[in-house]
């Protein structure tokens, strides 16, 4: 058994401890509640500038500070971005120089640049935050790094014209500010840039991932691709296709008989390679001569019956005999013509696509 007085001091302790459990549960509910109030304004803005503006005036006003400037890192530089209490400001004023001096310093150094520090604070390089300070004549100055994927992505300063300055408790709330407000608002700022940007952006970070040490997975996918590309751009190799074909010239003609005859000669046929007029088929010449000699003599007989009748002077005659003698010599004018025309030739160099009457010499063929 335990003594009454051991017992009152075990419930004392117990008491002291349970005090500080429900203390350190309300501090952390009260700093959740403080962030959530600072974030609030920034999260009902549309825009990056706009949701900037809103988070850096309404830390100011619950921070009890003077100004409050958030920057953006781009390329390893910084760029004001908002400054509380001011909806436009010039890049060029030497207010907007320091404060972004002082935030390319806390960049550099990758960890919160405090002044005045605290006692426990280590060494730091506070040269652009001495002369902020100096310049503008406030009492404290404090540069918070926002980091997002372990990359500063911007930078919050925070200044305080008077007492107090910054303790321990306001300081882990500001860090723990930076820990929630970097991914927000590098992802407000990517959804604020123009399509040009988001493209140039995602083929930096494709282009990171191929160069750097990890993303093995991504690398061998991209090789694959790559290499697949140049096969389908460069490989040769011979496909066939089994289906029905038909080959035309580009310029087709006909070879036609020019007038009713028998066939005599077909020296080509289908396929076969011909030249500019060489001989296709020839026909029989031996009626068409028969046919020219009786004209010959027809007109030759004409011409002597139109001497006569001249000679007799009957102009009724004559008229007549002149007219047969005409029409004697266009006939044996068409059978000259018809013999010249038996051989039917090639127009132009090519390939006979169709025709093979090497088996019907002697045949009739019709005109066309």
């Not at 304004?41 to 949701?51: S, W």
């Not at 921070?63 to 958030?70: K, N």
């Not at 306001?170 to 820990?179: G, K, P, R, V």
């Not at 696509?353 to 066309?368: A, F, I, K, N």
Request: some cysteine; glycine content about 6%.
């Amino acid at each position: 058994m335990m003594a009454p007085e051991s017992t009152s001091r075990l419930e004392q302790t117990l008491s002291s401890d349970v005090l500080a459990q429900l203390t350190a549960k309300a501090q952390s509910a009260d700093r959740l509640q403080l962030l959530f109030d600072l974030l609030s304004p920034a999260l009902g803005q549309a825009g990056y500038e706009a949701a900037a503006r809103a988070f850096v005036t309404e830390v100011a006003t619950r921070l009890q500070s003077d100004r409050v400037s958030l920057g953006t890192v781009s390329n390893g530089r910084v760029t004001l971005t908002a400054l509380s209490h001011n909806s436009t400001f010039s890049a060029k004023t030497t207010l907007v120089q320091a404060i972004t001096a002082a935030m390319e310093e806390a960049l550099d150094q990758r960890q919160t640049i405090l002044l005045p520090p605290l006692p426990t604070t280590s060494a730091q390089i506070r040269r652009a935050h001495d002369e902020l300070v100096r310049q503008f004549h406030t009492a404290a100055a404090c540069s918070v790094p926002l980091l997002c994927d372990g990359r500063v992505t911007g930078v919050l300063t925070v200044e305080r014209g008077a007492e107090p300055s910054f303790d321990r408790t306001t300081l882990d709330l500001l860090e723990a500010l930076s820990a929630v407000t970097g991914p927000l608002f590098e992802m407000q700022r990517r959804d604020a840039r123009w399509l040009g940007g988001k493209v140039w952006a995602s083929a930096r970070l494709q282009l990171a991932k191929l160069m750097g040490l990890r993303h093995v997975g991504f690398k061998l996918a991209t090789l694959a691709v790559a290499a697949l590309a140049a096969f389908f751009c460069f490989a040769t190799g011979d496909y066939r296709v089994t289906a029905k074909t038909v080959l035309e010239g580009s310029v087709q003609q006909a070879a036609v008989a020019p007038f009713q005859g028998f066939l005599e000669t077909a020296p080509v046929r289908a396929c076969d390679l011909v030249q500019a007029k060489q001989v296709l088929a020839t026909l029989q010449e031996h009626d068409l001569k028969l046919e020219r000699l009786r004209w010959l003599s027809q007109r030759d007989q004409l011409a002597k019956e139109y001497r006569q009748v001249l000679a007799e002077r009957d102009a009724a005659k004559l008229e007549i005999k002149a007219a047969e003698v005409v029409q004697a010599e266009a006939q044996v004018a068409l059978a000259t013509d018809k013999l010249a025309r038996t051989r039917i030739t090639a127009p132009f160099a090519g390939v006979v696509v169709s025709g093979d009457w090497s088996q019907r010499l002697g045949s009739p063929v019709e005109e066309g």
